[in-house]
């Protein structure tokens, strides 16, 4: 089982429509998770840190479920704008960070 | 500005030639990163410092190489040995402590012609 797994998608979503990626990790000690945006070509840039009580920033929000081991991002109103790949991310615990990025989810928000 | 700084942006390469691409940050991270990444997939750690003169193998670190004389600098050598360079190679930072937000650079394509 990979570290961290993500849906590739591509998923094509309408403008104006809700979508939600899942991202499952192995580790059950991980200790921090973010989703992060990567527009093509371009480098990943922090969207959100995902907290154990959910969090809510505009028309994101991430959730956090310890027990089964995933985290979520729900986007919605989409937006053209939003069209990027979606990188999930999980810190490991250890004396370092162990940085693990899933593979990321495709976002294509269609006219 | 604060950030992470790359260079260069683009950068072309002939077979059996090293390379070295630079990377600088004003952001006072001890950690430093770098990434691999290949079209249609994720990112790949090379190498990873926590501190000065410190530096740790990640997961695909054969054919490269990389030094930490100084906190703000972590330039990674692209070595005649690593067999399929061409990517886009991405540097991060982040704070020590775990669970700190990572940052990256606008990253560095390299093309084998």
């Known amino acids: 089982r990979k570290e961290v797994e993500q849906d590739p998608g591509p998923f094509n979503v309408p403008e104006g429509a809700t979508v939600a990626f899942n991202c499952t990790y192995s580790?059950?000690?991980?200790?921090?998770f973010f989703w992060y945006r990567q527009d093509c070509r371009k480098e990943p840039k922090l969207l959100m840190s995902?907290?154990?009580s959910g969090n809510e920033d505009g028309r994101f929000t991430a959730q956090l479920n310890r027990a089964s081991q995933y985290i979520s991002l729900l986007i919605r109103d989409s937006k053209l704008s939003d069209s990027a790949t979606y990188l999930c991310?999980?810190?490991?615990?250890?004396?370092?960070?162990?940085?693990?990025f899933g593979t990321g989810t495709k976002l294509q928000v269609i006219p | 500005d604060g950030g992470i700084t790359q260079s260069p942006k683009y950068l072309f390469r002939k077979e059996g030639q090293n390379v070295t691409l630079s990377c600088e940050q004003n952001?006072?991270?001890?950690?430093m990163y770098w990434y691999r990444q290949d079209p249609g997939q994720g990112l790949r750690l090379i190498y990873y410092?926590?501190?000065?003169?410190?530096?740790q193998k990640g997961d695909i670190a054969e054919g490269y190489s990389v030094s930490r004389e100084k906190k703000e600098s972590f330039p990674l050598t692209v070595t005649s040995a690593q067999k399929n360079p061409t990517a886009f190679y991405l540097c991060?930072?982040?704070?020590?402590?775990?669970?700190?937000?990572?940052?990256f650079g606008e990253g560095s394509w390299l093309t084998v012609v």
């Open positions: 991060a930072s982040s704070p020590l402590i775990s669970g700190n937000t990572i940052y």
């Open positions: 580790n059950s000690a991980s200790q921090s």
């Open positions: 995902v907290y154990s």
């Open positions: 991310v999980v810190n490991q615990p250890g004396g370092y960070q162990k940085v693990t």
């Open positions: 952001l006072n991270h001890d950690a």
């Open positions: 410092s926590q501190i000065v003169n410190d530096f």
